[in-house]
């Protein structure tokens, strides 16, 4: 079974049309990332820093709205790897309320010398976890 | 020559990688889409709402990040028309800073019953205005 | 005991000076006094609506600063109304990171006409249950 | 006359009610404020920042809403020195949409060693600034 992350939509989220305003979908994914790298062994706050496992820019984003997101509803978002390659790596983000489909984004993050903007290879302590969630994920 | 829009972005949105952080590109593309579609004829304020001459939602947008921006920067972005379909079309926003580029994103929006979620064909007076920006642009 | 709220800052919402921006207390105070009227008995969804119990706009803001909070902290929010008027109350809340203080705020509510900015008394189901906070917050 | 800092709120910024959400209030502030220092002869990108002429945190908040403000709304932002300490000064910003008052606000902050959260006595250069802007506005 795929790693989940549950978000509640805030006041000051939801534009005039009575759904989550777009951007917002790229801190979601941002927020669901960051727990889900926890789940795979990287604190958060020890990882993505100067001295810390690693460090990582997006460089593209997909994102696909199905359906709409309100004002305190509980919004699921399902993590897995999409693509590892040797500098970057995808993952694919689902969110869904209650059985529909309201968001589907794909983040591209390039492996970058912590503290710096420039790539390098992903570290291999980094690359064996994203490596073994691609199998967890396949058998759940 | 395609139409831009300048936007500076505040302290507020830029990370502690000391780039602005990149769900803000989103609500500087729909800021910059806002200003565009003005510039077509549409005043924001009269335009998006019940009793409006039309209304979109966002349903797709790809972003691809090229490099970095900054606070205060001067962003300067550029939009044009992508696609035309029946009931969606899509618009090109280009970012640069100075020479470099930072951020191009593709978004698709879908037509809509203004005040509703369901989608209908793109009235013909912004349908007319998208081909002519289509030339307009063309021909700059 | 207070009512208490934990959130932990996205990465989204820290500055380059490594700390929260400003602006988002306002906004991490709104969800946690969201879930202090639920605590009260007034559901997010059913309460601050047209045709719900009660509305409420914010007509005046204090915060004071008193420590750091960064990315991924543990802010722990605690609620209490602090006054209760005629048409308007206010509620205090405070916001720690382990064992310091990071921001204190007083917030000034008045209540309105739900769908409406039209000012009145506060409706007694609302008052009522406020009266309550007050007295459970001095008992325990 | 004092300086002033125009806004036009973004469609993201506003909520269900159709007003402004209040947090976003403290960063149109601090917008209006960096433009106000940068009329005192500070460039914002080589000021606030280690090395630069001095930094400042803010330490203290109030706000007063006194109207609406909406999508695309002008807001003329009217900004002057409020109070000028030893190691800390606060300015008065005040919001107008057309000829009404919309939100009124009172920042505190205090001088700090660039790139720290250490506190010290406001810098001359500055403090001879903030002095001058007090005469000056008292003139205009």
Request: with cysteine; net charge negative; hydrophobic share 45%.
């Amino acid at each position: 079974m795929p790693f989940t992350h549950t978000i509640r939509p805030r006041y000051a989220e939801v534009d005039m049309q009575g759904v989550v305003f777009n951007a917002h979908w790229l801190t979601y994914f941002d927020e669901a990332s960051t727990r889900w790298f926890e789940s795979l062994g990287f604190p958060p706050k020890e990882t993505f820093f100067e001295g810390g496992a690693f460090d990582v820019m997006v460089v593209r984003a997909e994102l696909d709205w199905r359906g709409p997101a309100g004002f305190d509803d509980e919004v699921v978002i399902a993590v897995r790897p999409a693509k590892i390659g040797t500098k970057s790596f995808a993952i694919q983000l689902r969110a869904r309320v209650a059985d529909h489909d309201v968001c589907e984004g794909i983040i591209t993050y390039v492996s970058v010398v912590p503290g710096t903007k420039e790539s390098r290879a992903i570290p291999d302590v980094l690359r064996e976890r994203l490596e073994a969630a691609v199998d967890g994920d396949a058998s759940g």
